[in-house]
């Protein structure tokens, strides 16, 4: 039996809500234990129904996604939170991640990103629609901004940052995906950070997105 991903989704708008439940629904392998309008009821929903994921809308009344986010993360940790939102400003997406997010879509993406993004999220990974990555990712980092590691290095943080599997960083790279999980181990060996969670702050920190 296929093991269920227990979402929780959170939007004060009810055709969303229904629209995104009827879709999600489809997929074999998630299941949408409950619904909540705003950031406080969505805590209260957790609590009672201890779901994997979060996907949750960034405005909302009461107590707004970016708060919520960050409650989440001091009283729930375990559970991933999604962010889903209609704004690719900068500024406001490297707000939620430094408050905890594991992943920013914007509303205009496929209903099969979607889905792609919760599954990336549920198994420890970090995801940015296209329209995300690129106001975060814009440019290339400068090798002085971060001494510890090598140029191939660094730009392997860039893109585990910008949340692309093994595979997808050896094609963009040219380089093998052995030679990506390598790379990738040094990073967290000489960083002495263990998370892919934990690589985006220190980018971050680090300015090595801008």
Do not use: W
């Amino acid at each position: 039996m296929i093991k269920k991903i227990r979402v929780l989704l959170v939007d004060d708008h009810m055709l969303v809500l229904d629209g995104l439940q009827a879709r999600l629904e489809m997929e074999d392998n998630i299941d949408i234990i409950a619904t909540a309008s705003n950031g406080q009821e969505a805590l209260e929903k957790a609590g009672e129904t201890q779901p994997d994921l979060v996907l949750m809308d960034v405005s909302m009344p009461v107590l707004n996604g970016l708060e919520a986010t960050k409650r989440f993360k001091a009283e729930q940790p375990n559970v991933k939170i999604l962010m889903l939102s209609m704004h690719h400003d900068k500024e406001y997406i490297l707000s939620l991640i430094q408050s905890g997010a594991n992943g920013y879509v914007l509303k205009d993406v496929s209903s099969e990103e979607l889905v792609q993004a919760i599954n990336t999220v549920h198994q420890g990974g970090t995801y940015f629609s296209s329209g995300a990555s690129d106001s975060l990712f814009s440019q290339a980092p400068s090798p002085k901004q971060c001494e510890e590691l090598t140029k191939r290095e660094v730009a392997v943080l860039k893109e585990v940052a910008a949340g692309l599997s093994n595979k997808e960083i050896a094609q963009s790279l040219s380089i093998s995906v052995r030679t990506v999980e390598t790379h990738r181990q040094n990073v967290k060996n000489k960083l002495n950070i263990h998370t892919s969670a934990g690589l985006i702050k220190y980018a971050l920190e680090h300015r090595l997105i801008d």
